[in-house]
T-cell receptor, first 115, second 117 residues
Framework: DAGVTQSPTHLIKTRGQQVTLRCSPKSGHDTVSWYQQALGQGPQFIFQ???????QRGNFPDRFSGHQFPNYSSELNVNALLLGDSALYLCASSVRDRGLGNTIYFGEGSWLTVV | AQKVTQAQTEISVVEKEDVTLDCVYE???????LFWYKQPPSGELVFLIRRNSFDEQNEISGRYSWNFQKSTSSFNFTITASQVVDSAVYFCALTRGWGGTASKLTFGTGTRLQVTL
């Protein structure tokens, strides 16, 4: 049973560029959430996708956008990269309607460095 | 608003010592879940435990144990007889207990545990 998979694992971008990160949720999971973790900090919620729509959003600018595909996989796009976007981006998968029984699993993350 | 506080930034212990990681949370919800995750240097957040707000029983899993006390809004994590492999950053997290909102975690700032020989 494959867990949550993310790609790429590491990447370096230049200020002003755009980046796309990808995530495949755990088998049987239909909800994907994205988190940003700056160095030395806890992960911060960016947004969540379910049924191919953004359902919740954290305090992140519109430069951060996403997409969910019919197979539940997801992409995170960041436009006009800033140095401060350098972070570990984590994808989490869960089952939306499980409610009281929901366990949230994370992938290994994508390390983004903006220079 | 929800908040998780992990006051211990870094803890260093010698192998075989017991260590307790503190977690204090704030929420206005009556139904919520608390989580602990381990983050090794590779970056992946490894799920350790989930506890719902209706179950205050302590839990033990091997060398790990958790003490949940609603009266003090705390969910502390103890590692007994620590090992070098326990070295990592540990995060406590909180989420609402129903529907889609159950997937949005609020994390603490983490506690870095260093276990030396």
């Amino acid at each position: 049973d494959a867990g949550v998979t993310q790609s790429p694992t590491h990447l370096i971008k230049t200020r002003g560029q755009q980046v796309t990160l990808r995530c495949s949720p755990k088998s049987g999971h239909d909800t994907v959430s994205w988190y940003q973790q700056a160095l030395g900090q806890g992960p911060q919620f960016i947004f969540q996708y379910y049924e191919e729509e953004e359902r919740q959003r954290g305090n992140f600018p519109d430069r951060f956008s996403g997409h969910q595909f019919p197979n539940y996989s997801s992409e995170l796009n960041v436009n006009a990269l800033l140095l401060g976007d350098s972070a570990l981006y984590l994808c989490a998968s869960s089952v939306r309607d499980r409610g009281l029984g929901n366990t949230i699993y994370f992938g290994e993350g994508s390390w983004l460095t903006v220079v | 608003a929800q908040k998780v506080t992990q006051a211990q930034t870094e803890i260093s212990v010698v192998e075989k010592e017991d260590v307790t990681l503190d977690c204090v949370y704030e929420t206005r919800d009556t139904t919520y879940y608390l989580f602990w995750y381990k983050q090794p240097p590779s970056g992946e957040l490894v799920f350790l435990i989930r506890r719902n707000s209706f179950d205050e029983q302590n839990e033990i899993s091997g060398r790990y144990s958790w003490n949940f006390q609603k009266s003090t809004s705390s969910f502390n994590f103890t590692i007994t007889a620590s090992q070098v492999v326990d070295s990592a950053v540990y995060f406590c997290a909180l989420t609402r207990g129903w529907g889609g909102t159950a997937s949005k975690l609020t994390f603490g700032t983490g506690t870095r545990l260093q276990v030396t020989l």
